[in-house]
């Protein structure tokens, strides 16, 4: 039986987040044995992520936490809670499906609503044994960020920003078996004692070594995800006056 995948996809109200979370589901939709796990960030599961789930033909668990609102500042990390949540689910649901006796295979990944992911990415990642890695696309200010691997090993990073992170990759770089996450329950990402950009390193750092690291992609040649970010939308001629005779969700 295929492994599982776990995809943990935190998400927030905004303007496109309808049409970035029907991206998503047009992708994860043609991938099987794919688990979509979206974490409102939000006081309540909002109804249009609700309705869109029922209607979206994958499997999927809607959780939801707000972020602090002290949190919620540029320069600091984004979506920690909502991570967190997802792994906290998917701890309670294999400790009961262990004490049943009915261990399943998985492998966890974190998919942020606005990137880009490519079909072969989760040919690559569903063979993760404990922390699998590959490249990056357009991010931290470069065409792409990649592990440097030498004899089937990762030596290195390819980075242009910060260099001296001890695990120098972006949250859509690499995978993680449920075996790891259930044999290091006590692994999250942590607000305190977290720096920007060290979100990754510091949650990597809990379960694995630099030296364990599988590498994907062809040994780290080949770009399967991009760190694609949507523009704001320009909704400066929304009306105040002689709004609509119907109400539309977009
Ligand atoms: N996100 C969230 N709450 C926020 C901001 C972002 O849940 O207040 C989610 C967002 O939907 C995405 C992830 O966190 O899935 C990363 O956010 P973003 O894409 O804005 O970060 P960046 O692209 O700058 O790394
Ligand atoms: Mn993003």
């Known amino acids: 039986q295929l492994p599982t995948i776990y995809a943990i996809t935190p998400t927030y109200s905004r303007p496109v987040q309808k049409a970035e979370l029907t991206r998503l589901a047009n992708t994860f939709r043609q991938v099987a044995q794919l688990h979509w796990i979206v974490v409102e960030d939000a006081a309540a599961r909002s109804e249009l992520v609700s309705r869109f789930l029922a209607r979206a033909g994958l499997p999927s668990t809607h959780l939801h936490v707000p972020t602090p609102r002290r949190y919620k500042r540029p320069g600091l990390p984004r979506a920690t809670e909502q991570r967190n949540a997802g792994l906290a689910w998917l701890r309670q649901r294999h400790q009961h499906l262990l004490l049943h006796q009915r261990a399943q295979p998985g492998v966890l990944f974190f998919a942020d ?24 696309g357009l991010v931290g200010g470069r065409r792409y960020e990649r592990p440097l ?4 090993r990762v030596v290195g990073w390819y980075t242009g920003w910060r260099a001296d992170r001890p695990f120098a990759i972006d949250m859509a770089g690499f995978a993680v078996s449920l075996q790891v996450i259930l044999s290091n329950p006590k692994a999250v990402f942590k607000r305190r004692g977290s720096q920007p950009g060290m979100q990754e390193s510091d949650f990597l750092k809990q379960i694995t070594t630099v030296e364990e690291l599988e ?4 040994n780290c040649t080949k770009v399967l995800v991009w760190h694609t970010r949507t523009e704001k939308v320009n909704l400066a001629n929304e009306p105040k006056y002689h709004l609509d005779t119907v109400k539309i969700e977009v």
């Open 215 to 218: 590498p994907k992609a062809n």
């Open 149 to 152: 691997v030498k004899n089937g």
């Open 113 to 136: 609503d606005d990137n880009t992911y490519s079909l072969e990415l989760f040919q690559e990642m569903r063979t993760t044994r404990k922390v699998s890695v590959w490249p990056v």
